[in-house]
């Protein structure tokens, strides 16, 4: 109680002596000093002896990570993992990734986060640019305005599919501002799809189930 009282005043006042301190509070002058010094060293400059990884190496680290998240194939943990434990066998380094490492990467790096990213096939993720979208509905409207269709002879169709072989939801490695991280896998696999539709006239057609045909 004495020390954290002495801390205060001297954080309030640090024109005063650690001489004064001591005898005010009766806390030895060698505890105040070790005390205030080490309060002076930044959190990140304080541990850097104890971090597995140099700063400089941190940095590479980030700047990995980025690059794949920028290329959309965002890396999972054990591609960190697996990276971290390269860099310490390239100084012959014996030392372990611990379990939370990964969270003390993320307080260091703030702008890197884990999240949950979705599977999406390769093809799938090219037809999701905006101005795809904005083309078909125009041409869309453009039909229908020329052949004067109406609301109950058009159809608004979904399609669901399911692809054999391909990965579900996962924890990957990104950008903390990333919204909606996708995994994008290749589009090579056998798919079970799911087709419903609704009229403009609210008329449900019954759902449509397609399987890969027999050869």
């Given at each position: ?31 105040l000093h070790n005390r205030i ?171 449509l189930i397609i399987f890969k045909?027999?050869?």
């Amino acid at each position: 109680m004495r020390l954290q009282a002495a801390l205060k005043a001297h954080e309030a006042d640090p024109n005063l002596l650690l001489r004064q301190l001591s005898l005010m509070f009766e806390v030895p002058k060698s505890t105040l000093h070790n005390r205030i010094s080490q309060d002076s060293i930044p959190a990140t400059a304080a541990h850097q002896t104890q971090q597995l990884l140099s700063i400089s190496a941190e940095e590479a680290l980030s700047v990995w990570i980025k690059k794949w998240d920028d290329y959309e194939f965002p890396t999972r943990r054990r591609h960190v993992y697996q990276m971290v434990q390269s860099l310490l066998r390239a100084r012959n380094s014996r030392d372990q990734v611990g379990e939370h490492w990964l969270s003390c990467f993320f307080g260091r790096h703030p702008d890197l986060d884990a999240k949950v990213g979705r599977c999406l096939d390769r093809e799938w993720a090219l037809a999701t640019d905006l101005d795809s979208f904005k083309m078909h509905l125009d041409w869309f409207y453009h039909i229908r305005c020329k052949f004067h269709v109406k609301d109950e002879d058009t159809r608004n169709t979904d399609g669901k599919g399911f692809a054999i072989g391909l990965g579900g939801a996962s924890t990957i490695i990104c950008r903390a501002s990333c919204r909606n991280p996708s995994i994008i896998q290749d589009g090579g696999h056998d798919w079970v799809t799911i087709v419903e539709a609704i009229s403009g006239g609210a008329k449900v057609l019954p759902p449509l189930i397609i399987f890969k045909a027999n050869a």
